[in-house]
């Protein structure tokens, strides 16, 4: 603190002017020990919230009271990303707009894009931690586009739809989803069958947070319901050759049969060939857009009448557009999809 022996009584008697000079250098001496004061009683804390932001994972609860602004330096933040056997550099914020670009459609709301990149993060840190290195291979693990890849892919719009990727990117690249303040799983697909399906019904464990949602709003889409023809001597082989005990019916029209659906209408077990099969088996052997299907034989041919596009787990693009367009924040949409779940800031 200051000298108590400081007084402006002590210049009462001096010319104005030299009085108001005198008090000015005494205020600003004044303030500057207490400004000094104050710096040193933060130094503890500054170096506290240092600290915390090395971190690589440090989950903060979205009901505390902090900044969402993001930091430049998480956006420019390195992960690596394995492109056929190429492990490549590159920043956080290019994954996330390249993985926006590969698995969704720039032309849906901005708020279903936003809760696709937190998804799409989310899972890329829930199977590979926070840096990688990230599969590019959609056929095991999530999609992504390089700059190039997107420049050939949109054309004319790529500006255009380049900002609108990284827009959304930036403003949501802070932000994942947890349970029990772990990172999810968050599976995602194309479009559900009216209702999400259960992760036990697919992938034979139950998971929490990926159970049964509705997505009635999905019914008018175009493409919702779709018939697929399957010639039946074709379809034989590929069976045959994943399960071995397939046979050929003499009468062909007994060569398919549904026996129990699930509580969203996917298959939940189907005779086809003799063999008791699960719907995403079938879907799978069969590349069906959905093992949400019925079946009939006309001719040579399997006739599926399927509805959605995907596995049916966890969030439902076509669905999350939905949502959006009638006023759901990203949040809000994730919060449907992943029942329990919490969006939480890193």
């Not at 440090?58 to 990303?81: G, Q, R």
């Not at 697919?202 to 509705?214: K, N, T």
């Amino acid at each position: 603190m200051y000298n108590k022996q400081y007084s402006y009584q002590k210049y009462i008697c001096l010319p104005k002017v030299e009085f108001i000079r005198k008090a000015l250098n005494l205020y600003m001496k004044i303030n500057k020990i207490l400004i000094i004061s104050i710096f040193l009683a933060l130094i503890p804390t500054l170096g506290l919230a240092s600290k915390n932001k090395n971190q690589e994972l440090n989950f903060l609860p979205n009901e505390t009271k902090i900044s969402a602004e993001i930091d430049e330096n998480m956006l420019k933040m390195p992960v690596k990303i394995k492109i056929n056997d190429e492990i490549i550099d590159e920043t956080l914020e290019e994954y996330l707009i390249g993985v926006a670009a590969a698995e969704i459609s720039p032309t849906y709301h901005p708020e279903a894009i936003k809760a696709q990149i937190i998804a799409a993060h989310t899972y890329a840190i829930n199977r590979y931690g926070p840096s990688g290195p990230y599969p590019a291979d959609p056929s095991i693990f999530q999609a992504y586009l390089t700059k190039q890849q997107r420049r050939q892919k949109y054309q004319d719009n790529f500006e255009k739809y380049e900002n609108i990727l990284k827009n959304a990117a930036r403003s949501v690249a802070n932000k994942i989803i947890t349970y029990e303040n772990l990172p999810i799983k968050a599976a995602f697909h194309s479009m559900s069958a009216g209702k999400t399906e259960s992760s036990a019904n697919v992938w034979g464990s139950e998971v929490p947070y990926l159970v049964e949602a509705d997505s009635q709003f999905e019914s008018s889409l175009k493409n919702f319901q779709t018939k697929i023809s399957k010639n039946i001597d074709e379809s034989f082989k590929k069976i045959k050759q994943k399960h071995p005990n397939a046979t050929m019916p003499k009468n062909r029209q007994n060569s398919i049969k549904i026996i129990s659906k699930t509580p969203a209408q996917y298959v939940k077990s189907a005779q086809i060939f003799g063999v008791e099969l699960s719907g995403a088996q079938i879907r799978s052997a069969l590349n069906l857009p959905s093992a949400s299907f019925d079946a009939s034989v006309e001719n040579n041919n399997f006739i599926f009448t399927c509805k959605g596009n995907g596995h049916g787990v966890g969030m439902s693009q076509c669905g999350a557009n939905q949502l959006a367009s009638g006023g759901k924040t990203c949040e809000e949409i994730l919060k449907h999809y992943y029942k329990g779940v919490s969006i939480d800031l890193m």
